[in-house]
């Protein structure tokens, strides 16, 4: 069993940045795939950014390449967002997810976060 926790979300004005962390606990977040997603109010769930567990490289949705850094720090067992230069269209709820090849996965209960223009 993983339990996620994200941190770092809130109100920032348009072109500034904020940086989320994902905190696991139960199991090492190295062994999963890690991704974030976004969910704006009354819209689907999107794909923001993931990191393989198997070599650390990172996937990004095309609206965010070039203002998003996803990273992980085994050490902590977390992962962070790195977002920079943010636009409105960056409000919505944060979710961290954790997935595992041999199955399970996991969802973090997500954290706001608004940008106001």
């Known amino acids: 069993q993983v339990t996620l926790e994200e941190s770092g979300g809130g109100l920032v004005q348009s072109g500034e940045s904020l940086r989320l962390s994902c905190v696991a606990s139960?199991?090492?977040?190295?062994?999963?795939?890690v991704s974030w997603f976004r969910q704006a109010p009354g819209k689907d769930r999107v794909f923001v950014a993931a990191?393989?567990?198997?070599?650390?490289?990172?996937v990004y949705a095309d609206s965010v390449k070039g203002r998003f850094i996803i990273s992980r720090d085994a050490a902590k067992n977390t992962v962070y967002l790195q977002m920079s230069n943010l636009t409105s269209g960056g409000t919505g709820v944060y979710y961290c997810?954790?997935?595992?090849?041999?199955?399970?996965?996991?969802w973090g209960q997500g954290i706001q976060v608004t940008v106001s223009s």
């Open positions: 997810d954790a997935d595992h090849p041999l199955g399970d996965g996991y």
């Open positions: 139960g199991r090492r977040l190295i062994n999963y795939d």
């Open positions: 990191v393989s567990r198997t070599d650390g490289g990172t």
